[in-house]
């Protein structure tokens, strides 16, 4: 019976698309042609100035990466559960995920060590931003 029904499906799929045919496409040319002028125009850049760009960008870039350890401490006492702090922190995003799967990491332990972890490091917390490690410790 399966065999029928596919053979049934393959067939009634060929019927169908045996009367679209290629010749119904054609092309414009005036059309791309009007397309092509009213284009803006890409600018090249030589690779040292990129590099030079790239530089001024990775510094603004390690500037805006400071992260406020208060906040981080709130978010973990009350939303910890759905780690929501790991995600202030700039971790990975399977990382919150697996927060929220084993009902805030291993029922509510994860987050209590992750807000003890924060507590005492307040000072410095540089080591767990970015931190790709499920264990932010």
């Known amino acids: 019976m399966k065999k029928i029904l596919f053979v049934f499906a393959f067939v009634c799929t060929m019927l169908t698309f045996s009367n679209v045919k290629a010749a119904n496409y054609h092309v414009n040319d005036a059309k791309i042609d009007v397309l092509f002028e009213q284009a803006s125009s890409t600018i090249m850049m030589n690779l040292n100035d990129m590099s030079s760009n790239m530089m001024a960008t990775t510094t ?3 500037t805006v990466k ?5 906040v981080a401490i709130i978010l973990d006492f009350f939303l910890g559960g759905l780690g929501v702090h790991r995600f202030y922190l700039g971790t990975k995003v399977m990382t919150g995920v697996g927060y929220i799967l084993t009902c805030g990491g291993f029922f509510g332990l994860m987050p209590l060590v992750d807000l003890i972890v924060l507590a005492i490091n307040y000072d ?5 931003v970015d931190n790709p490690k499920f264990f932010m410790w």
């Open 124 to 128: 410095d917390i540089s080591q767990f």
């Open 60 to 62: 603004l870039n390690s």
């Open 66 to 70: 400071a992260k406020d350890p208060i």
